[in-house]
């Protein structure tokens, strides 16, 4: 797991239950799954599933997942970038590059 320079984890996996947005995390994690399971039916020949499928995770706009780090105080994940923690309140230092 990457670490920020005061030594916090950096949490980059979409199902953390401490996710800011649990059902976006999730919705993403079921993208994928569905993703990789339709690599077999696109084999089949008939691409119809596959482009509607593109259409809808297009519609989804549900870009990348956001990069997250632990609160050094209370150990709960937030974004990255804040500077206050979302749960404790503790002032945070800036992560590292």
Avoid at 23 to 48: C, F, H, K, P, Y
Wanted: net charge positive.
């Amino acid at each position: 797991m990457a670490r920020t320079p005061d030594d916090s984890p950096v949490f980059t996996h979409p199902t953390n239950q401490d996710h800011p947005d649990p059902n976006r995390a999730g919705l993403r994690v079921a993208v994928a799954d569905i993703d990789d399971a339709l690599g077999a039916v696109s084999r089949s020949g008939d691409a119809r599933l596959t482009n509607a499928w593109a259409r809808l995770v297009n519609l989804l706009a549900l870009g990348p997942a956001p990069a997250l780090r632990a609160c050094p105080r209370c150990g709960r994940a937030g974004m990255r970038d804040a500077k206050i923690c979302g749960y404790c309140w503790e002032r945070l230092s800036p992560p590292g590059p």
